[in-house]
């Protein structure tokens, strides 16, 4: 019996043959622990895919999201979607109808893009450490004309501190 696998064994494996539009690599979210995310702006809606928890001490401090990052791209490149979304600690799904905008800052002259997914009740927010900002705003906007939702891009690092306490004050 041999060790290696015949890939003709898996052709015929069930896949939702999702066509992806856009694929925004190497997103992160929170404050501690940090989440990496991958948003792919798909035929069927945006499907967001949280993989990887990272503590500032032993994640960052080790490289541990850039291995992880680069882990994810691997597999969305051999295998596609489907594997991405099964291979994720956690998956939402948004139909375009259901999103109200998508709000791209630039970063401004020190930060990263950050790209947030505003829905009427949630909100999802992603630092993106791993495009061009000018790029992804073409790309989102030209997802954006095709199924209806509005794109805002605007100047600066996307983050207020008073925003912030607001949310926690009753």
Not at 68 to 95: C, F, N, P
Request: charged share 25%; hydrophobic share 40%.
């Amino acid at each position: 019996m041999s060790d290696e696998l015949d890939p003709a064994a898996f052709e015929e494996l069930p896949s939702t043959d999702i066509a992806v539009h856009y694929h925004v690599h190497y997103g992160m979210a929170g404050s501690f622990p940090l989440r990496l995310a991958d948003l792919f702006f798909a035929d069927d809606g945006l499907h967001i895919a949280e993989y990887a928890y990272i503590t500032p001490l032993f994640g960052l401090g080790t490289r541990k999201h850039r291995r992880e990052s680069r882990g994810m791209q691997a597999i969305y490149d051999h295998h596609g979607l489907d594997e991405v979304l099964l291979q994720a600690d956690s998956v939402t799904w948004l139909a375009y109808d259901a999103i109200e905008r998508v709000r791209l800052h630039d970063g401004g002259r020190l930060g990263r893009p950050k790209l947030t997914v505003s829905t009427d009740e949630d909100s999802y927010a992603y630092r993106i450490h791993d495009e061009d900002s000018a790029e992804l705003a073409a790309e989102i906007e030209t997802c954006a004309d095709r199924h209806g939702f509005r794109v805002e891009t605007v100047s600066g690092v996307g983050f207020s501190p008073i925003e912030n306490v607001r949310r926690f004050l009753p």
